[in-house]
């Protein structure tokens, strides 16, 4: 498959608390993407980390990446319960396309 | 802020129907995509475009059509609808310059095809 792999597939964890996605991929990458999905609705763009860069933030998220593992990590610092919702990584894949990870399904309880 | 419309939110149809899902984004961006998400399945490129009047087919096309008469509008077409075609639709869309192919999305139609 040409997707990446993002683990956990699910994580469930308490309001206050930090959340780790970590997500993998198998070719050479340009830039790495982090999009974000509330329950129904379309994805929102977090934060893209070129392939020069190690790590970024944004806010309470923690972008790194490491290309000789070719993964990439998504750390949510003192999570809220509004944060409960997919969150996938996604790279390009050639003509200004982009291939979507299945995603890590994220419930932060209050 | 940029703006992705999709027509509908829920759609009902029946087996063997055409069915039209509307896609307009006010941003004047070259490239659309039309993705369909299924449980476990993820995000899957059905159909994009990168021109007005060009289409590319991507990962599963079989089933769907899409048009492309002006740059902001993409139409996705279920030529004759299959209860396998039930799914969460998601149009996107995305610059082709100094981007860094950043997409933008619509909120998504839920078809139910019965």
């Known amino acids: 498959s040409q997707q990446g792999e993002e683990d956990p597939q699910a994580l469930s964890i308490q309001e206050g608390e930090n959340a780790t996605m970590n997500c993998s991929y198998k070719?050479?990458?340009?830039?790495l993407q982090w999009y974000r999905q509330n329950s129904g609705r379309g994805l929102v763009h977090l934060i893209l980390?070129?392939?020069?860069?190690r790590e970024k933030h944004s806010g309470r998220l923690r972008v790194t990446l490491d290309t000789s593992k070719k993964s990439s990590s998504l750390l949510i610092t003192a999570s809220r319960a509004a944060d409960t919702a997919s969150y996938f990584c996604?790279?390009?894949?050639?003509?200004?396309?982009?291939?979507f990870g299945a995603g890590t399904r994220l419930a932060v309880h209050p | 802020d940029v703006k992705v419309t999709q027509s509908s939110r829920y759609l009902v149809k029946r087996t063997g129907e055409k069915v039209f899902l509307e896609c307009v984004q006010d941003m004047d961006h070259e490239n659309m995509f039309w993705y369909r998400q299924d449980p476990g399945l993820g995000l899957r490129l059905i159909y994009f475009s990168y021109d007005v009047k060009m289409k590319e087919k991507g990962d599963i096309p079989e089933g769907y059509s899409v048009s492309r008469e002006k740059k902001e509008r993409f139409s996705l077409i279920l030529e004759s609808a299959s209860t396998n075609q039930t799914s969460m639709y998601l149009c996107a869309s995305s610059a082709s310059r100094g981007s860094l192919d950043i997409q933008y999305f619509g909120a998504g139609t839920r078809l139910s095809v019965l």
């Open positions: 980390i070129r392939s020069n860069e």
């Open positions: 996604a790279r390009t894949g050639g003509y200004n396309k982009l291939i």
């Open positions: 070719t050479s990458i340009n830039n």
